[in-house]
């Protein structure tokens, strides 16, 4: 429903009787950081064909399905390689474990590109569990046939026994049941996971079409030690003990675990808002999402028909089977060479300056230092994904080229992770921006209560806490007053009133 006649008469009233009330409201601030595009030149050559030629075809960003695939290498990769970034000092040994996750609103086809990134790890998992399969198969075969030469053997051996007879030991041991061997799950509680790990040294990646809901099950009665166990995987290279009554104990030697998701912007900032600095789930496992983007939103529809590059596609899935052979733990323990040391000297001096200068929000500042080890482990993991598909020089050793790319990556993800902790700052930011569209359009009342606009159910208005934590920075803004009611009777009510220059400006 329109209220233009009814505005255009208060606005005249109130012109008339007290145009000088009202402060100037002030505009509204930069929706988000601007976030550039990623070239296609910062791919590794052996992915660039298929990840280029998935994302035209899909229509979608191709830091989609780019960072999925990163990801999805990591977790290929896992405890099988790791690099020393330091030249001198050994101690400081980065595993090229990684979290991400894809940012958009709905209907961007997160969904499809993130599968699509993580087809070809998802292949090692389909192959793996064909093997489980047939492994399994056997151990059933063998464990029966076991059976039956035991128990023929407790027969003869009772018969011997009552003859007088002497009868050899049983000498057969048990078949052993053999192990899961794993590459992706989609959920599971944390006890089943340092199961998993247990018996996959080389790492596992948790794939879900939306990270929000993997989020809440942290929080749920009777998990909250799960939110540590996942904190420690991200390093890799931690030892974790889970000692359970009934269920023995199970020692892994290094979690590993990535993580990867979408997730929209709306249930972004209403959850994660607790994990900035100070909150109550500041614990940093936001600031583990280091392949965090958010890309803008497409300016143009393109359709793109023609079929798939399956040789570039076959290519990328080599590339994963190749390294997934890779001895575990640590096949190949690279180091920069004497042109990447020294570019990864320069870089980490700048970026520890800039942590030491505190002139930043406390919450992006927590995430880049993070980037300590992202920058060797996307240079190491470009490293082996161009050398698992050539096999050509010394997978041992990074060089310039690939320190130079990691560099650009880290550069280019610290405008998407700008981004993310500013909406967050400003909290129900698409809700406010969504109310003021509303105002500026005349959807709304002059005075109007906040059922007025939850119950209509508009995107980003659709609760009462979401209207009033806009209407409230909307009033900041001088765009609102707010009015409270006290004479009800019962709980005060709340009234909104517009400043008539929102709708002057427009008139």
């Known amino acids: 429903m329109k209220f233009n006649q009814a505005a255009e008469r208060i606005i005249e009233e109130i012109s008339k009787q007290d145009s000088e009330a009202w402060p100037d409201p002030v505009p509204l601030p ?62 400081w040994r980065v595993v090229p474990n990684l979290w991400g996750a894809i940012i958009g609103r709905p209907g961007l086809m997160k969904t499809p590109a993130a599968r699509l990134g993580l087809e070809p790890l998802c292949h090692l998992e389909k192959l793996a569990q064909e093997r489980n399969k047939g492994e399994q198969s056997r151990y059933r075969s063998d464990l029966d046939k076991f059976r039956i030469r035991r128990d023929a053997w407790k027969q003869v051996s009772t018969r011997g026994a009552r003859a007088g007879k002497e009868i050899p030991d049983f000498s057969e041991t048990e078949p052993e049941q053999p192990a899961e061997v794993r590459f992706v799950t989609n959920d599971g509680t944390g006890a089943k996971i340092h199961e998993l790990l247990s018996h996959n040294p080389g790492g596992l990646l948790i794939f879900r079409d ?51 998701g979408g997730i929209q912007p709306a249930r972004l900032q209403a959850y994660l808002s607790d994990g900035l600095v100070g909150g109550p789930k500041d614990d940093g496992l936001l600031q583990r999402f280091q392949l965090l983007v958010w890309p803008e939103n497409p300016a143009e529809v393109r359709i793109v028909d023609r079929p798939a590059d399956d040789k570039a596609k076959q290519e990328a899935v080599q590339v994963f089977e190749k390294i997934s052979c890779l001895q575990v733990p640590f096949g190949i323990e690279a180091r920069f060479d004497s042109q990447a040391q020294e570019l990864f000297r320069e870089w980490r001096w700048e970026l520890e300056h800039r942590l030491v200068k505190r002139d930043m929000p406390e919450s992006l ?59 967050l700052r400003q909290g129900g930011h698409l809700a406010t921006r969504a109310l003021a569209a509303k105002i500026m359009s005349q959807e709304v009342a002059t005075v109007f209560a906040g059922r007025d606009v939850y119950l209509k159910g508009w995107r980003y208005l659709d609760s009462r806490e979401a209207v009033r934590k806009a209407a409230e920075t909307l009033a900041d803004l001088s765009w609102l007053r707010i009015e409270f009611n006290r004479d009800t009777g019962g709980a005060p009510s709340t009234r909104y009133h517009v400043n008539p220059k929102i709708w002057e400006r427009t008139t």
Not at 67 to 91: K, Q
Not at 386 to 392: C, E, F, I, L, S
């Open 365 to 423: 500042e927590s995430h880049l230092a993070k980037y300590r080890s992202l920058m060797p482990s996307l240079a190491l993991l470009f490293r082996l994904a161009d050398w698992a598909a050539d096999q050509k020089g010394d997978p041992h050793t990074v060089s310039l080229a690939y320190a130079r790319l990691a560099a650009a990556w880290c550069t280019w993800l610290e405008t998407h992770a700008a981004k993310v902790y500013s909406s």
């Open 30 to 91: 930069e929706e988000f950081v601007k976030v550039p595009e990623l070239p296609a030149d910062w791919l590794p050559s052996s992915l660039r064909a298929w990840l280029v030629d998935s994302a035209e075809r899909m229509g979608v960003p191709l830091c989609f399905p780019a960072v999925a695939a990163i990801v999805g290498l990591s977790a290929a990769v896992g405890r099988r390689a790791c690099i020393t970034p330091l030249e001198h000092d050994a101690s």
């Open 210 to 260: 939306e990270l929000t809901g993997w989020l809440a099950t942290l929080d749920q009665p009777g998990r909250e030690g799960e939110r540590a166990f996942f904190l420690e995987s991200n390093d890799g290279n931690s030892a974790f003990s889970l000692d359970r009554i009934g269920r023995g104990s199970l020692y892994v030697d290094g979690l590993c675990l990535s993580i990867f």
